[in-house]
């Protein structure tokens, strides 16, 4: 007896094409809207990027000066602050900062959020005890991102409010001890 042989089918049927197109277009949608939905998330994050990045390391520094202080004065800017005249209570753009150092003498500090080169920057003025005169350019900037910085005292307690780039607020308070 002569055995039979099956034909071997060389394609696919129309189903198996449609079930595979099908299942290839849900896939690629998903991982479009995936990918969609992680640029959304990365553009809100980044916009509160001064609050993630910078604020924290801010506080620390500020925390650190204020807390070596032993007492602290307001003004409305900079050069109010060198010549100690018109201290406020609210509304400030500067902080002096008196340090008393270890063999009895005592350095000044000044944070200033001001206007320089047309770009707002909290800087930091220091005054080593046998300086007769403030420096005319900051030692260092703290930042340079928020678009404005409050110094207050209205309340017995230090409040620095800081307005970050994007319109976001963090307030920061503390005294000396």
């Known amino acids: 007896m002569k055995a039979t042989r099956r034909k071997t089918r060389a394609g696919f049927t129309l189903i198996e094409m449609a079930l595979t197109l099908s299942l290839s277009i849900g896939i690629a949608a998903t991982i479009v809207a995936t990918l969609q939905q992680q640029v959304s998330f990365t553009r809100v994050i980044s916009s509160f990027q001064f609050l993630r990045d910078e604020a924290p390391q801010i506080n620390t520094l500020l925390a650190n000066l204020i807390n070596k202080a032993d ?7 900079r050069t109010s602050a060198m010549a100690s005249s018109g201290a406020v209570n609210a509304n ?5 900062l008196r340090l008393r150092n270890p063999d009895g003498t005592s350095s000044n500090a000044i944070i200033s959020f001001e206007l320089v080169n047309d770009k707002n920057q909290l800087n930091f003025y220091f005054r080593a005890p ?6 005319t350019t900051p030692s260092w900037t703290i930042t340079a991102r928020p678009t404005l910085v409050d110094f207050s005292n209205n309340t017995g307690i230090l409040l620095i409010a800081m307005t970050g780039p994007s319109g976001e607020e963090i307030t920061f308070a503390g005294n000396p001890e």
Do not use: H, I
């Open 130 to 135: 046998n300086d007769t005169s403030w420096p």
């Open 92 to 96: 400030g753009r500067a902080l002096r």
């Open 71 to 77: 007492s602290y004065r307001l003004y409305t800017n």
